[in-house]
């Protein structure tokens, strides 16, 4: 074996372990950049979501069939906001031993999808902070959709294009589908909500 190729694999493991430092580092500093009020880390959140997977609740079964409204428009903002549990425009619960804030998907999901909406009215911000969360929640919404991946058939029909071809389309109108009911978790949020009222709502 020639001289370099006993080289490229010392040179190729001293770049894996530089790397795992590098990772090691950026995680620690996001751990103390997210700091809570009480002084736990990110780590213990994320310790806390691993025992606490969802509300302690089992949602009655719904049916939610899809029509077409005249509310939740692009510019209907006070109906964007009745969708949140609070005027404040959370939905975060406190569960736990420690009380920690926690937010239901439902929630942190319709606040993406409100965001998104807002974009579409007031434009594109040239700041990083809004570019980064309109990122994070087109990451966000494209995996809960993955997730939930409902299967409920749509009808299709055929939809004319403007050059006079046509191509197979679906509505989703008038498609009956079976869902959680969201009205039951909306009571469990508010009356937590209402159960510690006094404690501030501390996210940083």
Same mark, same amino acid.
């Given at each position: =074996?020639?001289?370099? #190729?006993?080289?490229?694999?010392?040179?190729?493991?001293?770049?894996?372990?530089?790397?795992? =430092? +590098?990772?090691?580092?950026?995680?620690?500093?996001?751990?103390?950049?997210?700091?809570?009020?009480?002084?736990?880390?990110?780590?213990? /959140?994320?310790?806390?979501? %691993?025992?606490?997977? #969802?509300? *302690?609740?089992?949602?009655?079964?719904?049916?939610?069939?899809?029509?077409?409204? !005249?509310?939740?428009?692009? #510019?209907?903002?006070?109906? &964007?906001?009745?969708? =949140?549990?609070?005027? %404040?425009?959370?939905?975060?619960? %406190?569960?736990?031993?420690?009380?920690?804030?926690?937010?239901?998907?439902?929630? /942190?999901?319709?606040?993406?999808?409100?965001?998104?909406?807002?974009?579409?009215? /007031?434009?594109?911000?040239? $700041?990083? #902070?809004?570019? &980064?969360?309109?990122?994070?929640?087109?990451?966000? @919404?494209?995996?809960?959709?993955?997730?939930?991946? $409902?299967?409920?058939? !749509? *009808?299709?029909?055929?939809?004319?294009?403007?050059?006079?071809?046509?191509?197979?389309?679906?509505?989703? =109108?008038?498609?009956?589908?079976?869902?959680?009911? &969201?009205?039951?978790?909306?009571?469990?949020?508010?009356?937590?909500?209402? @159960?510690?009222?006094?404690?501030?709502?501390? +996210?940083?």
């Amino acid at each position: =074996m020639s001289k370099p #190729e006993k080289i490229l694999p010392l040179v190729a493991l001293a770049l894996i372990t530089i790397l795992n =430092m +590098l990772a090691a580092i950026v995680t620690l500093q996001m751990t103390k950049n997210f700091d809570n009020e009480d002084g736990g880390s990110l780590h213990f /959140h994320q310790q806390t979501a %691993r025992g606490i997977l #969802e509300l *302690p609740i089992r949602p009655r079964p719904a049916a939610m069939k899809i029509e077409a409204t !005249e509310h939740y428009g692009l #510019e209907a903002d006070e109906d &964007w906001v009745s969708l =949140m549990p609070s005027r %404040r425009g959370f939905g975060f619960v %406190r569960l736990g031993e420690r009380r920690l804030p926690l937010e239901p998907s439902i929630y /942190h999901q319709l606040h993406c999808l409100s965001s998104l909406r807002q974009l579409v009215v /007031h434009g594109v911000s040239n $700041d990083t #902070e809004t570019y &980064w969360h309109i990122q994070h929640c087109l990451n966000s @919404l494209r995996q809960a959709i993955l997730c939930n991946a $409902d299967t409920t058939l !749509e *009808p299709s029909f055929m939809y004319q294009l403007s050059d006079h071809t046509s191509k197979p389309a679906s509505s989703g =109108m008038g498609v009956i589908h079976t869902c959680k009911d &969201w009205t039951q978790i909306r009571s469990f949020v508010e009356d937590n909500q209402a @159960l510690y009222s006094d404690i501030p709502l501390i +996210l940083s």
